[in-house]
């Protein structure tokens, strides 16, 4: 077993407007709120984010947040594979976005050790995320889809869509 490698630091999260790659107007960052490599994060106008998100921007990949989108407080993006949050979408308290993992290729080596898999997350204009529930690496949430509160979302859901559950599945389609 090789030695795990040294940790460092990722900072203290606290940014300026300024410091990302483009930001619109009437951006509300609640009190709490902390974002990483904010140079790799595109915001929209019109976004609230409430208190103590975390938006974990990535130093080579991309978030992006359109317009018109809602996220509640103490939620966690991860966009080391990638995110894009699409226009006027509603994300609840707590939801967890995650765009990669641990490889399993190697059952004799620690899990931490493994190489990192990275996978985007699209969620499309309209969706509605809701509150605590789990977004999974490589995950696409169709347009005007709903998630129900506390799912976990492991495949795409399509346009128009209701799931809900662990893991989350369909339970009728708006039309």
């Known amino acids: 077993m090789s030695p ?11 940014f300026r407007e300024g410091d990302f790659k483009s930001i619109g107007e009437n951006v509300i960052f609640e009190p709490g709120v902390l974002v990483f490599h904010p140079e790799n994060i595109v915001l929209g106008s019109n976004i609230y984010i409430g208190h103590h998100a975390i938006l974990k921007g990535y130093y080579n990949s991309m978030m992006e947040i359109e317009t018109d989108t809602w996220i509640g407080q103490g939620c966690f993006f991860h966009s080391a594979g990638g995110l894009k949050i699409g226009k006027a979408v509603g994300i609840g308290p707590m939801v ?20 990192l898999a990275f996978k985007p997350v699209i969620i499309e204009d309209g969706a509605d995320i809701g509150t605590g529930s789990v977004i999974l690496p490589g995950v696409t949430i169709g347009r ?19 799931y809900a559950g662990v893991p989350a599945r369909l339970l009728k389609m708006r039309k």
């Open 4 to 14: 795990i490698k040294q940790y460092k630091s990722h900072g203290d999260g606290q």
């Open 96 to 115: 967890k976005i995650l765009t990669s993992h641990h490889d399993d290729i190697n059952p004799d080596v620690p899990v931490l050790e493994l190489p």
């Open 144 to 162: 005007n889809s709903i998630i129900g509160a506390g799912s976990v979302v492991n495949r795409d859901v399509p346009p128009f869509a209701v």
